[in-house]
């Protein structure tokens, strides 16, 4: 049956939502083949205003942030590398309910994202097929669901994914020459600093692990991809904790987790240490 013949099905356009990928989920192998999403549609597209940043925590010496998006702020228009941030730009997913509310379970069922609606542009590919769709359009998407945090640095498996995935994606080149600047972190060769890793690894992955197994079994117990509210306080507090242990103590001992002291921000990391709260 074809993609037109399955859309003239649908009953009734409110079952059917776009929803914006912007950072691992514009791989397909991430986003169709381990999560089983088969979208209806996939369109490029940009969010004016807004742009990438890596402020979901993740953990130390491993894998230190996943993306987000921002409003863009003038004063913090560039990255550590001093380049320009762009307008965040992504691919447009059109999915039904069920796999919309199955993506928000595979991030994590609120636990570090909220659900926002924005108005993205279409980037015009020149293919026929996409004159039915609208040049400007509402999409669901994923930003940071705590207060602000410290971004931090990728890990190089996280940031390959996201670029891949742009390729596959048509972003424009532009684009993709920018995501190829982000610095990343990288893990420790001095025996110091690798001991030191491996203690911190040794302490909190058994912790993050637990945390995934009851964030996983309680994910879409609302119906719509979420976990309950004490699980989402749950996480928080052991990301506090984890960061906090990191960010005070580890930190000065063994050297950072996160790549900052290599890509430059340490010093706004030791201003700001802490900054995540629950809520």
Request: glycine share 8%.
């Amino acid at each position: 049956m074809s993609l037109s013949n399955n859309l003239n099905r649908s009953p009734k356009p409110q079952d059917h939502v776009w929803y914006f990928a912007y950072g691992s989920n514009l791989s397909s192998e991430i986003f169709r083949a381990h999560r089983g999403i088969q979208p209806l549609e996939a369109i490029p597209v940009r969010l004016p205003g807004w742009s990438l940043t890596f402020d979901i925590y993740g953990v130390p010496y491993q894998e230190p942030a996943f993306l987000s998006i921002s409003v863009a702020v003038a004063s913090t228009g560039k990255n550590s590398n001093g380049v320009a941030l762009p307008d965040v730009h992504g691919t447009a997913y059109l999915v039904d309910r069920k796999a919309y509310y199955s993506i928000i379970a595979s991030e994590g069922g609120g636990t570090a994202y909220e659900e926002i609606a924005v108005r993205a542009e279409r980037i015009s590919s020149g293919a026929e097929k996409e004159s039915h769709i609208p040049q400007s359009l509402v999409v669901m998407t994923l930003t940071r669901g705590y207060a602000e945090t410290i971004p931090r640095c990728p890990s190089q498996r996280y940031k390959d994914i996201v670029v891949q995935g742009a390729e596959e994606a048509h972003l424009p080149a532009s684009y993709r020459s920018f995501l190829d600047t982000i610095p990343t972190y990288r893990p420790p060769k001095s025996a110091w600093r690798l001991v030191g890793a491996k203690i911190f690894l040794a302490i909190w992955v058994p912790v993050m692990m637990v945390a995934e197994w009851i964030t996983n079994m309680t994910a879409n117990s609302d119906g719509k991809g979420n976990c309950p509210r004490w699980v989402h306080g749950l996480v928080r507090f052991l990301l506090v904790a984890m960061w906090l242990h990191h960010d005070l103590v580890h930190a000065r001992i063994f050297g950072r987790g996160d790549g900052l002291d290599e890509s430059g921000d340490v010093e706004t990391a030791g201003e700001n240490h802490g900054r995540i709260f629950l809520r």
